[in-house]
Every structure is written in C-alpha cells, then in structure tokens.
C-alpha cells in the first residue's frame, strides 16, 4: 500500500514505444524479441461508497484523490462486512489496501478490533506510516513486532485496536501470551492477511497452522473472526487461501482499476560460439544483454529501471551500461547506477531521490527496490531473467507508467529451461495464471510443534482435531509416546519446562545453519543452511560472497562451521552426489495408456562424494576430488512418472529420462510457487521399487512441501510444457536453456536432448486434454 495521494502527473519525455521500434532497428536486435503484447490501458470501474463506511476515512481519502471505491474493493469490502472470509487477488496497485480497509476501520469505530499480519517488520511499519497518515481519531493502530519496546507492548495490548504483526510475532508472542491479550481477542473482527502469496511451501505451512491456532484461541474468546486475504494475482486464489485459513473463502479477482498501456517485448540472447559444459552452446548472458538495452535506453532519454536477480548481476549490468555510454555519450555514463541491500541506507536514499528527480536515467537494482520503496512512474523497465513468479514480474514491470502513462518493459530470458518457456508461449505469462500459491498444512513435520503450543496455549481436547486436519490423532498419539505432551482425561497437555514455540522452526530449512568464517579474520561472511552446506561450501569449494571469491579450507559440520579464505581461481566446483530413492507410501495414482503417474511418500539418500573442478569460463574439466560426508536423509513427498517399455534404444534411455528430469525440475515453478532449488529429482532407466523407466520430483524439505503435489494435480499441464520448452530451445544436443542443470550431482551426464523429447511425447500421448 503506498501513501494516500493524488495521483501526479509525469513529466514529458520520449514515449517509450517509439524507443523500443529504434532498439529494434537492427535486424540481429530483432530476430531476439520472441513476442510483443500491448497490455491495453483499462478505464477504471467506480462503485459508491458503502452507506456503512465511517465518514472521517471518506472525508480524508476524497481530498486525497481516491472520489469512490473500485468496483472490486466495494465488492471483497461486502463480503468481508457481511460475514465471509475472503482472498482479493488483484494487480499491482489496483488498490488491494483500501478494500480491506473500509471494514477494518469500521470495524475499529464500532469498538470491535482488528489484526493486520504482513510478512515483514518493513511492510508492517510501512501500512502503519500509511494508516496513521489518515489521522482517524478512533482508530488506534501500532505495529507488535520484535522492534516493540516493552512498555509500549503494555499499551499495545490494553489500547490498540488496530495491531499490525507479523506471523512469527503471533506465533512466539501474542498467541503464547493470550490472556493478556483477551480484551483484544474478545473484540476481534478481522484479521488481514496481506500479501498471500508470500506463505508458501514450509512457510506457508507453518503459517497455515498459526492461523488455525489463532482461530481456535479466538474461539475460547468467544469470537471467530473474518479473514481478509490480499494477493497477487494466481491461479486458484480461493483453494489457497482456504489451505492457509481452514476457511471456506470467496475469491474476488476482476480488477477494476484503471491502468496505461504497457508494450512489453519479451527477448531471447542469441547464441554464441563459446562452448561450455559437454560442448553445449552457450547463450549471451543475460546480464550482458540488459546493460546494452539500458544504455541504448538511456541515450533515448527513457528513465529506465532494470531488475537483475543477483546483487552481483546489478553491479554488472550497471558497469556494462556505463561502459557503453561513455563510449557513446560520454556525458550519461554517470547517470547510469547500481541498486541494491547491503548499501548504506543514506545512499540508497539518495539513489531513490535522484531516480525521482531524474537525474538518474538508468538504474540496475535487485529486488531490494521490489517492495515498499515508493519509486514509481518510470518509462521502462527491463526484467533479466524471470524473477520467479507473475506477481513479482508485474511488481518490478508496474514500476514504469504507473502514473498512467504508458510503459515499455522487456522480460530478457537466461539461459533456463523456465526462461527459454516463457519467452516462447507468452500465453503463460499474460494469459490465465497457471502458477498457484502452494502450501501443505497437514506436513507432520509442520502440524507437531504447532500441536505442541497449541497444547501449551489451551490444552488440546478431542473437539481440536478437525481443526489441525486428519493426520493429528495418529501425530497427539506419538507426540505422547516421546513425552513431549501428556494425556489426561480432558485432554492433551504441554507439561514441560521450555517454550513449545521453540519447537517450530518458522523460516527455517533444518538443522542448524553453517557459519561461514574468515579463517584469517575471524569475519562471519555469511551462513548456508545445513542442507545445503554438503554442496556448497565441503573442503575445496569454490564460494562466492559478494562478488569475492572464496576456498573452502575445512567444514566441520560437528561446529556447522566452513572455514574460508580469499583467493582467486581460475576455475569453478560442483559437488558430485550418489542419491538414492525409496518409495514409502502411494497416496494417488493415475493411467495415462502404459504409463503411470503417482504422488506419495518417498526417502531421499544423498551423499556428496566427490567435487569437479571446471576452468571457467569455458567449463572445461580439470579434475575431481572425492570428498567424506555422511549421507542425509530426507523423507518427503514426490511425483513420479513410469513409462513401461519406451520405444527408444537402450543406451539412450538413462539420459533421455535424466534430460526429462532436469527440465521437468526446471518448469515446475510455472506451477507451483517454488525455485528450482527447492525441489530435487531423481531419474533411473530401472527403478528397484517400480521395475521400470521412473522418474522422481520431490520436495527439497522435510515432510514435503506442496510442489510435488501441485505438480501431480496439473501433470499433463507441466509435462507438456517441459516438453515444449525443451523443443523451443535452438541448440542441437542440449545446453542450460534446456537439459543442463545447473545443481546436477552427476555432471550433467548423460543426457539426450532428442530422447527426452521422444520419451515426453510418449508419456504425454495419452494425456488428459
Ligand atoms: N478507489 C481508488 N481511487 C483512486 N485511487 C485509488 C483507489 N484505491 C487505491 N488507490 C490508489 O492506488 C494506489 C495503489 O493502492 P495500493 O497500494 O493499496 O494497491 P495494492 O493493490 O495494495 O498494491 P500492491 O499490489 O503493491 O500490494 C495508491 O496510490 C492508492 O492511493
């Protein structure tokens, strides 16, 4: 939610359309654009104020320029009034905060209260600015977050009807602390859950367990509060948002705000002659790509805001747009700067003032600038590299001509298999969403510690079982088995000294996270989390950090320490893993023809044992090292695909089901809302537990974590779209746009980039429409 003000005109400068046909004026420059769409202006859709909305939040939100609510904040502001939980799932800055907040501020006048959870500190504190802003004398709003001094929180609890947190403070404080929160509980009417999107995955089901928690302590308070959920636009919005409230939820998803034209060119690098991993092409780098467009850009006079997905991608792409100019136009190369968190905060200030005052033309940022930095009403935006979901392309792409004017953004592909799709079927991406919000509450590993302060918050009772979802009986039984909560006649009881809270790891991946520690200095660089530290920073690991670069000396996981120094090699590690699969449990199946679908339970075994050494930057092999760290385990869910006899050469079979897995792993965050680092894959030719052509994608987190779920519900979906993304790519026999993985544990071998396609177009052959 940005500041309640008139919306201000721009100034002039060159349309920027006119600038994206003179990029394209050269023929090589415009065989790259895969697609244009002109994303058409909208007209605004005005409804009238609810006769029910209190008189001071109008009369201070007409002068500010907002005459009357849009059509689809009056209609989530009426479900909410009348009683129904609901999910607005609309654009960028169509206005989402007002929709919740014509009930909330009713609600507050009418001496009930409200809780507002956002998923950062930052956000909190930027709608209480915005709230407090609108000087509502019976609203009494303060955020309740880790920042709280302690005679604050006294007043909070006692005073405040109007609290904004966060879910880890409800989790460790509010909920805990209940009774000295009961004259707030008792008048709760709304809780707003901004920014849905956010709770996904393990996250996601953590969170989803609190709410219940808070519902059910709302509940001994006597009052079942209406859920307010905001939202990036996905796929599915109600389905979600009832996962994460244990609510039925009405979705509203018709976006009645007005907005500009944006022209939005979507731009595929060209290959090049450099050869990397197996002799595969490699493509111009996307970074590369974006510093020539934002200085092309930049000599147009087109204020330009460009979005790279590393902090070391800004800095090069802001040096590389310099470089440029100072060639070109000497004079604008100053005028082209780099972005992002880790500066001092003064000189982003100072960053964010001369992007404003346009003194600076082009600017190279992370998503540091993404969220709650008022910068807006730029004339072009480029994208490098898909940012990970719809909601967060539109977030960086409304940047420019949010003011009305119209825009030019350009989505520049890297070389990812997920990239290579979008560019390719612009349909995903300005179509029907097809990426859903996923989370899996019933996680055993997520549901425990949550029944545990449940117990601790109000003893468990048998009526609390539906409540937590089917697995809870079976997991009360075992919690009680080791001791962590005792049966009594009324019910389940937390009976032990430590904070049952301390048993949920809400933002977490597992064990404890490896410190990675200057061995010269003493300097705390940074840490990885545990499962990862086995690949990334094991004896003789090459780590970046910042832009340096790094030797891993030792790693004593007993200490969960990495012990580093600077240094400058040539060349790059990959760490070498043997993983094994087991299949526990079949939870659903399916036929399509001879091949099979499953999704279930699954044991993971992975051991690092070895690490190659790559001259960089052409990828050459210079050797491998074995290494000695124990196996992990890790038991989670999957989605697995069986194909009987498949119609290719036996010696063609294990990289053609290899090459089907990486891409598969590649395009499943088009589905699901995930990284392709938060899910692993396994594929074999003969699957002991199948015995037969079978691959695996699985959950990277314990228990599972709702990708692999999301990825059986819309298999045919998925599958058809690994297949086309794997023929769109121009190069002969694979490359990292298509086949190549960037995390394999086996060194990119064996692969086949026909026999994947072969084999997909033989699973898919009978495949639901
Ligand atoms: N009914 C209205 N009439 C005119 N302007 C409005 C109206 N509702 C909201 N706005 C303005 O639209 C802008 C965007 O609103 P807001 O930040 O609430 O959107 P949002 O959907 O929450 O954004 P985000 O997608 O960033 O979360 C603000 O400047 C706000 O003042």
Redesign the pocket.
């Given at each position: 939610?940005?500041?309640?003000?008139p919306?201000r005109p721009s100034e002039t400068s060159p349309p920027p359309v006119q600038a994206l046909d003179r990029l394209l004026a050269t023929p090589a420059r415009r065989e790259r654009v895969t697609h244009v769409e002109v994303v058409p202006a909208r007209q605004?859709r005005?409804a009238a104020w609810p006769d029910w909305v209190p008189e001071p939040l109008v009369n201070r939100l007409v002068p500010?320029?907002?005459?009357?609510?849009?059509e689809h904040?009056a209609e989530a502001a009426a479900h909410a009034r009348d009683g129904r939980s609901v999910i607005i799932a609309?654009?960028?800055?169509?206005?989402?905060?007002?929709a919740y907040l014509m009930p909330a501020v009713a609600a507050a006048h009418e001496d009930g209260s409200v809780l507002y959870l956002a998923p950062t500190k930052a956000l909190a504190a930027d709608q209480l600015r915005a709230l407090r802003a609108l000087r509502l004398t019976r609203v009494r709003a303060a955020t309740y977050d880790g920042d709280t001094p302690p005679d604050e929180r006294t007043w909070i609890r006692q005073h405040a009807n109007y609290v904004l947190t966060n879910p880890d403070m409800l989790h460790r404080g509010i909920l805990p602390g209940h009774g000295r929160w009961s004259g707030f509980l008792r008048r709760l009417r709304y809780v707003i859950v901004?920014?849905a999107h956010g709770y996904r995955g393990v996250f996601g089901s953590h969170v989803a367990q609190i709410l219940r928690r808070l519902r059910r302590v709302c509940a001994r308070y006597g009052t079942s509060p209406v859920f307010v959920l905001?939202s990036?636009t996905t796929a599915e919005p109600a389905v979600t948002a009832s996962r994460l409230t244990g609510l039925d939820v009405t979705a509203v998803t018709a976006d009645a705000?007005p907005r500009g034209a944006t022209t939005f060119a979507l731009w595929e690098p060209p290959l090049t002659d450099l050869r990397g991993e197996g002799g595969a092409p490699v493509r111009r780098a996307a970074t590369a790509e974006t510093a020539d467009l934002l200085a092309d850009l930049v000599v147009e006079g087109v204020q330009t805001l460009a979005f790279v997905r590393s902090r070391r991608g800004a800095e090069s792409v802001s040096l590389g747009a310099r470089r440029v100019l100072a060639e070109v136009e000497p004079g604008l190369a100053d005028r082209v700067a780099a972005y992002r968190a880790g500066y001092l905060a003064e000189d982003r200030r100072a960053l964010e003032a001369a992007l404003r005052g346009r003194e600076l033309v082009g600017l190279a940022t992370t998503n540091a600038l993404e969220l709650g930095v008022d910068v807006s009403g730029l004339d072009a935006v480029i994208v490098c590299g898909w940012p990970g979901t719809r909601a967060s392309l539109w977030?960086q792409a409304g940047r420019a001509g949010r003011t009305g004017r119209d825009a030019l953004a350009v989505l520049v592909a890297r070389d990812d298999p997920l990239d290579t799709y979008l560019v390719h079927h612009p349909e995903a991406i300005f179509g029907t969403p097809v990426e859903a919000t996923v989370l899996d509450p019933g996680n055993p590993y997520v549901l425990e510690p949550h029944l545990c302060a449940a117990a601790a918050e109000l003893p468990l009772t048998e009526q609390d079982l539906g409540l937590f979802g089917p697995e809870t009986a079976a997991l009360l039984a075992d919690l009680v088995r080791r001791g962590l909560l005792r049966r009594r006649p009324s019910g389940w009881y937390w009976t032990r000294r430590e904070r049952a809270t301390d048993l949920a790891d809400l933002r977490g991946s597992g064990g404890a996270p490896v410190q990675v520690v200057e061995a010269g200095t003493g300097r705390l660089l940074g840490t990885v989390d545990e499962p990862s530290a086995h690949t990334t920073v094991h004896a003789g690991a090459v780590y970046l950090h910042q832009g340096e670069t790094y030797l891993v000396e030792v790693l004593d996981l007993d200490d969960s320490v990495a012990l580093v120094s600077a240094a400058e090699p040539d060349y790059s590690t990959n760490a070498r893993d043997v993983t094994d699969i087991r299949i526990l449990e079949t939870f659903r199946s399916t036929s399509w023809g001879a091949a099979t679908l499953h999704f279930g339970s699954v044991e993971v075994t992975r051991q690092v044992v070895a690490y190659q050494m790559r001259r960089q930057p052409s990828g050459t092999v210079l050797g491998e090292k074995p290494l000695d760290l124990p196996p992990r385990t890790l038991r989670t869910r999957a989605v697995w695909w069986t194909l009987p006899s498949p119609d290719l050469a036996e010696a063609d079979l294990a990289g053609a089901a290899h090459a089907a897995e990486h891409a598969s792993i590649g395009l499943l965050p088009l589905f699901a809302t995930c990284d392709r680092w938060d899910i692993g894959g396994v594929s074999t030719a003969l699957h002991p537990d199948t015995g037969l052509l079978t691959v695996f994608v699985y959950d990277g987190h314990e228990g599972g974590a709702g990708f692999a779920e999301r990825g059986y519900s819309d298999a045919a979906g998925w599958l058809r779209a690994t297949r086309l993304a794997i023929a769109a790519c121009e190069c002969e026999a694979g490359c990292p746009s298509c086949i190549q993985s960037p995390k394999c544990g086996n060194g990119n071998e064996p692969l086949s980039k026909q026999g994947a396609l072969d084999l997909l177009a033989e699973l898919l052959a009978e495949a639901p429409g």
């Open positions: 939610m940005s500041d309640w003000k919306v605004g005005r500010a320029g907002i005459e009357a609510p849009w904040q609309t654009g960028t800055a169509s206005g989402k905060s007002l901004d920014e905001a990036a705000s977030q």
